[in-house]
């Protein structure tokens, strides 16, 4: 999954880069808010790691302009603990609140639970026909058989599962898999994407390209 960090402590943000990161999400730093109107001119995120006093701004009034046009789930992150700044972010926009200091395990806790919500569901697997997928856990299990994915193939798979019966662009994985500094080609997907393939082969799903189009997953009736 693809994150937006809009952060300007630089020690804060490259530990919170490194450590999302490791589960092989793809994330953009932005120091200020003029970096980030800048980020979201040119992609799109899966969710927004939004701090509240950044050096050109108050982060939740970047928040309250940006609700008009972007859906993208934002979490607050703040050194502010008092109730009634927690009640305010959530009214003008915010999906979740965290204070600082917090633990790397919580935040990313926090970020599976927002993206849970918006996907409608009410844990970490995703049902995909008869198999499920457990992105948290790293694992595909189909008719007693469990799968171990690496963290690209995890992230890959996500992709598909957050957008059922969807046909994905070259250029639309790419947005989602890759930070905008990543040299990446669209050939490079198609390499990721055939990996992929062959290791859920015979575990009830299909990625089916579209010619012209781009990908589309299929899965096998539950």
Known sequence: MRYLLVEDNAELAEAV????????HAIDHAATLAQAEDCLAVASYDLILLDVMLPDGDGREFLVRSRAH???PVIVLTARAQVSDRVG???QGADDYITKPFDFSELEARCRAVLRRRGGLARNQIALGAALFDPLAGTLQYNGISL???SREIRLLEIFARHPGQILSKA?????LFSYDAEVTENAIEVY???LRR?????????????????RMDADAA
Request: proline share 0%; net charge positive; hydrophobic share 45%.
């Open 17 to 24: 880069v490194k450590r999302l990161a490791l589960d092989g």
């Open 199 to 215: 290791r859920i082969d015979g575990m009830g799903l299909r990625i089916e390209t579209v010619r012209g189009l781009g990908y």
């Open 148 to 150: 171990a994915l690496r």
């Open 70 to 72: 972007l859906q993208t």
């Open 89 to 91: 972010a959530l009214d």
């Open 193 to 195: 994407v055939g990996r």
């Open 172 to 176: 639309q994985v790419m947005d989602h």
